[in-house]
T-cell receptor
Framework: GQNIDQPTEMTATEGAIVQINCTYQ??????LFWYQQHAGEAPTFLSY??LDGLEEKGRFSSFLSRSKGYSYLLLKELQMKDSASYLC??????????WGAGTKLIIKP | DAMVIQNPRYQVTQFGKPVTLSCSQT?????MYWYQQKSSQAPKLLFH???????NEADTPDNFQSRRPNTSFCFLDIRSPGLGDAAMYLC?????????????FGPGTRLTVT
């Protein structure tokens, strides 16, 4: 079966660094996406990885290991506005996204 | 700006009363998706269109129907809404060609069933 696992909730402090992990099982693999979703709003695209390694984009970085079926999203210099849910999604061989339930990130001052 | 638009943002309907949600896009994307998302859950794909080719997910209830009259517009019809259909309904688009197949989401329609 296809499955995405990520922690339900994490808490971090403003200005700190947090790493959100995701493990995936998909039928075929066409990449791994991270989306940010603020409460009551639509998901917005953060990152895409299809090759092993780290992709850096400003304060956010995403890592992929295909052999381990593992990805993480790294958020640096946390700001209060980063309080949101972070959704991990794997793209299968049919180019369909298999979504995780999201990790709710709570930022404390 | 190119975008995905959903109307209305909030919809209240009565139990069993048909309701239609709409989505339009100015991105000229080939693929359009409808997702259902309940609180603290993953988005659940209901259908998608690749151009006019309709793809229904196996576990999408018959109560849900969709129409795509042209490239820009897509509709979600709920024929007899039940209390369990209360959710956020998200429309998304993607170009369908070339990586990274990123999906662009509209703001969503929050459906309440009374």
């Amino acid at each position: 079966g296809q499955n995405i696992d990520q922690p339900t909730e994490m808490t971090a402090t403003e200005g700190a660094i947090v790493q959100i992990n995701c493990t995936y099982q998909t039928s075929g693999f066409n990449g791994l996406f991270w989306y940010q979703q603020h409460a009551g709003e639509a998901p917005t695209f953060l990152s895409y990885n299809v090759l092993d390694g780290l992709e850096e984009k400003g304060r956010f970085s995403s890592f992929l290991s295909r052999s381990k079926g593992y990805s993480y999203l790294l958020l640096k210099e946390l700001q209060m506005k980063d309080s949101a849910s972070y959704l991990c999604a794997g793209m299968d061989s049919n180019y369909q996204l298999i979504w995780g339930a999201g990790t709710k990130l709570i930022i404390k001052p | 700006d190119a975008m995905v638009i959903q109307n209305p943002r909030y919809q209240v309907t009565q139990f069993g009363k048909p309701v239609t949600l709409s989505c339009s896009q100015t991105l000229n994307h080939n693929v359009m998706y409808w997702y259902q998302q309940k609180s603290s859950q993953a988005p659940k794909l209901l259908f998608h269109y690749y151009d006019k080719d309709f793809n229904n997910e196996a576990d999408t209830p018959d109560n849900f129907q969709s129409r795509r009259p042209n490239t820009s517009f897509c509709f979600l019809d709920i024929r007899s809404p039940g209390l369990g259909d209360a959710a956020m309904y998200l429309c998304a688009t993607s170009s369908g060609t070339g990586h990274p197949y990123e999906q662009y989401f509209g703001p969503g329609t929050r459906l309440t069933v009374t």
